[in-house]
């Protein structure tokens, strides 16, 4: 049967990423996926006009929706705004004790725009972490929850100090970092994950490709270590296939991009093929 997967994130009109990001990033590791639309965004890939949260039952009830039908064998969440969205998404986890969850806390989009209000990160840390199997804040994510001085000397510190506040490992991914690499640390060691690099690449929705495809992995059975491993090099491809063009500013990723590259373009004949024949029934 197959895997679920559940994102908990929000809209991004401009489909680069949030839960855009998260449906291709699962249909790219072979899971399936499902939602929780907890906001929408006015975004393209020059910035975010305006953000538009929901009531926070919003969330709650398409959670407990696709719980009671589909389940889900992970949960990745994403951009989740504000504090009230952050609690309830927290509750509802707990008391469906939904497993393999994610935790992306979402702050600043590529194009710089802010996407977390100033007192959720206080929430993040007493309710949402505690129940996540593996968080995946960025570099300059991590420094900004601990309320510190970005300083890559001490991210090793970093993540020891975000592990504390109660999530099983804690994956501070390296695309804002010097070296590239990710960093695992699950409580006992610290494990760096290397992977392909590509600077100036198209990389609108790469945190969200990263941290839905380690929910994927997660859903599929993987331990944390060889989850994080794969998820890295699904976002790096994702990033070396994203695409130029696409809007004037930051383009988006494309985590399909490698599947697809020697996939043979549908022509207009073939296309035509794909519909049932005039008369057949």
């Given at each position: 049967?197959?895997?679920?997967?559940?994102?908990?994130?929000?809209?991004?009109?401009?489909?680069?990423?949030?839960?855009?990001?998260?449906?291709?990033?699962?249909?790219?590791?072979?899971?399936?996926?499902?939602?929780?639309?907890?906001?929408?965004?006015?975004?393209?890939?020059?910035?975010?006009?305006?953000?538009?949260?929901?009531?926070?039952?919003?969330?709650?009830?398409?959670?407990?929706?696709?719980?009671?039908?589909?389940?889900?064998?992970?949960?990745?969440?994403?951009?989740?705004?504000?504090?009230?969205?952050?609690?309830?998404?927290?509750?509802?986890?707990?008391?469906?004790?939904?497993?393999?969850?994610?935790?992306?806390?979402?702050?600043?989009?590529?194009s710089g725009a802010t996407l977390l209000e100033d007192d959720a990160i206080?929430?993040?840390?007493?309710?949402?972490?505690?129940?996540?199997?593996?968080?995946?804040?960025?570099?300059?994510?991590?420094?900004?929850?601990?309320?510190?001085?970005?300083?890559?000397?001490?991210?090793?510190?970093?993540?020891?100090?975000?592990?504390?506040?109660?999530?099983?490992?804690?994956?501070?991914?390296?695309?804002?970092?010097?070296?590239?690499?990710?960093?695992?640390?699950?409580?006992?060691?610290?494990?760096?994950?290397?992977?392909p690099v590509h600077p100036g690449g198209n990389a609108h929705g790469s945190?969200?490709?990263?941290?839905?495809?380690?929910?994927?992995?997660?859903?599929?059975?993987?331990?944390?270590?060889?989850?994080?491993?794969?998820?890295?090099?699904?976002?790096?491809?994702?990033?070396?296939?994203?695409?130029?063009?696409?809007?004037?500013?930051?383009?988006?990723?494309?985590?399909?991009?490698?599947?697809?590259?020697?996939?043979?373009?549908?022509?207009?004949?073939?296309?035509?093929?794909?519909?049932?024949?005039?008369?057949?029934?």
């Open positions: 049967m197959m895997k679920k997967a559940l994102s908990i994130a929000t809209s991004d009109s401009g489909a680069g990423a949030g839960i855009q990001a998260d449906l291709k990033s699962f249909l790219r590791c072979g899971v399936y996926g499902t939602t929780a639309i907890v906001a929408t965004t006015a975004q393209n890939t020059v910035g975010v006009n305006a953000i538009f949260p929901f009531p926070p039952p919003v969330a709650v009830g398409q959670v407990e929706a696709v719980f009671e039908d589909i389940g889900a064998d992970a949960v990745k969440t994403g951009m989740l705004f504000n504090a009230g969205i952050i609690s309830a998404v927290a509750e509802v986890i707990r008391r469906l004790e939904l497993p393999n969850v994610v935790v992306d806390p979402v702050m600043v989009a590529e206080e929430t993040y840390r007493r309710e949402l972490f505690p129940l996540a199997r593996v968080i995946t804040p960025n570099a300059n994510e991590a420094f900004a929850i601990l309320g510190a001085e970005r300083d890559e000397a001490r991210i090793e510190d970093a993540a020891i100090e975000l592990h504390s506040f109660g999530p099983e490992a804690v994956v501070i991914t390296g695309g804002h970092t010097e070296s590239g690499a990710d960093l695992l640390y699950d409580g006992k060691g610290f494990t760096r994950i290397e992977g945190g969200c490709t990263h941290s839905s495809a380690l929910a994927s992995f997660l859903a599929l059975g993987f331990g944390v270590e060889e989850a994080a491993r794969r998820a890295r090099l699904v976002a790096s491809e994702a990033v070396e296939y994203g695409l130029a063009g696409v809007g004037a500013g930051a383009g988006p990723v494309h985590a399909l991009g490698a599947v697809l590259k020697d996939a043979p373009p549908v022509t207009e004949t073939a296309g035509r093929g794909l519909h049932r024949a005039e008369g057949s029934g």
